[in-house]
């Protein structure tokens, strides 16, 4: 069974607006951490947000927020408003049995392709 | 300024010769990964190394190998053995904090 599920290949916003990234994930550990990252057209990973499983609170960025829904296994990415520069891919990430200073094996979903339309 | 290094960023081979790429860190990460994505894929996982002088084996290791001399160095060879090694590979390390740091990724054309 795959770890963590992307369902959503490609999605379009337009400016300003909202927009949820949908995931969801696969895991019989009570310990884990769940991430987001985005990846411009130049190939960089970078860290967005970060959700611990034992977090009571959803987790906010500025304009990113994590929607954790622990019965449904889903950790969901919400962008506020969306501007230009926010057209990337979107993975999201599962680290289980979650240890500091551990090289743990973290797993990442096939990715959702974002467009911000102007 | 910390971060990991990949080098080159563009890297182009002759088939049937080994490569090897460059993962260099100065975040004092113990762990380190190298991944393989393909085109409008994700990552998948070859290799990774918690501490200096061990790793194992990911889901697609065939064909790559890997050493864990140091702790801010994390070489990848990717072999003649691999059927298909064109493709875009992430290096990232992992300490205290929680999530990954990524280094900015070689292109390997092999022809």
């Known amino acids: 069974a795959q770890k963590i599920t992307q369902t959503q290949p490609g999605m379009f916003v337009q400016e300003k607006e909202a927009v949820t990234l949908d995931c969801t994930y696969d895991t019989s550990d009570q310990s884990y951490g769940l991430f987001w990252y985005k990846q411009p057209s130049s190939g960089e990973m970078i860290f967005l947000i970060y959700q611990g499983s034992y977090d009571e609170q959803n987790a906010t960025e500025g304009r990113y927020s994590l929607n954790f829904q622990k019965a449904r296994k889903s950790a969901n990415l919400v962008i506020s408003a969306s501007q230009l520069g926010d057209s990337a891919m979107y993975f999201c990430a599962m680290r289980e049995a979650f240890l500091k200073n551990t090289g743990n094996q973290f797993y990442f979903g096939t990715g959702t392709s974002l467009t911000v339309i102007p | 300024d910390g971060g990991i290094t990949q080098s080159p960023k563009y890297l182009f081979r002759k088939e049937g010769q080994n490569v090897t790429l460059s993962c260099e860190q100065n975040l004092n990460h113990d762990a380190m990964y190298w991944y393989r994505q393909d085109p409008g894929q994700g990552l998948r996982l070859i290799y990774y190394?918690?501490?200096?002088?061990?790793?194992q084996k990911g889901d697609i290791a065939e064909g790559y190998s890997v050493s864990r001399e140091k702790k801010e160095s994390f070489p990848l060879t990717v072999t003649s053995a691999q059927k298909n090694p064109t493709a875009f590979y992430l290096c990232?390390?992992?300490?205290?904090?929680?999530?990954?740091?990524f280094g900015p990724g070689t292109r390997l054309t092999v022809t």
């Open positions: 990232a390390s992992t300490g205290l904090g929680d999530e990954q740091y």
């Open positions: 190394s918690q501490i200096v002088n061990d790793f």
